[in-house]
Nanobody
């Protein structure tokens, strides 16, 4: 079992920054694909960024590329999402998720059903 706990959300003005954290506990060896998703009211949950616990270059949705940075601290088993130049459309509940890597499809970042574990979410509100 893996437990994921997000923190760091809050209210910020447009143009501001926030850093989200996702602390993982339990055995994470089978879920090396770590991702951030978000869901705004009335919208589908969407993939934001992904990073493998083994390293490598993080991947980003086009809507956040150049503004958000995903990183991890392996010693702390914590995933981060640094969000800069925030916009109103970034307002959403942000979730971290953990899923397996497979030979067939790798991390399969965008498919939500690929992820076995989800956190409870942390709210980000950006006001203009």
């Amino acid at each position: 079992q893996v437990q994921l706990v997000e923190s760091g959300g809050g209210s910020v003005q447009a143009g501001g920054s926030l850093r989200l954290s996702c602390a993982a506990s339990g055995y994470t060896g089978n879920t090396p694909c770590m991702a951030w998703f978000r869901q705004a009211p009335g919208k589908e949950r969407e993939w934001v960024a992904g990073i493998r616990t083994s390293g490598g270059t993080p991947l980003y949705a086009d809507s956040v590329k150049g503004r958000f940075t995903a990183s991890q601290d392996s010693a702390k088993n914590t995933l981060y999402l640094q969000m800069n130049s925030l916009k109103g459309e970034d307002s959403a509940m942000y979730y971290c998720a953990a899923g397996p890597w497979t030979w067939l499809s790798g991390c399969n970042w965008i498919q939500q059903k690929n992820y076995n574990y989800w956190g409870q979410g942390t709210q980000v509100t950006v006001s203009s």
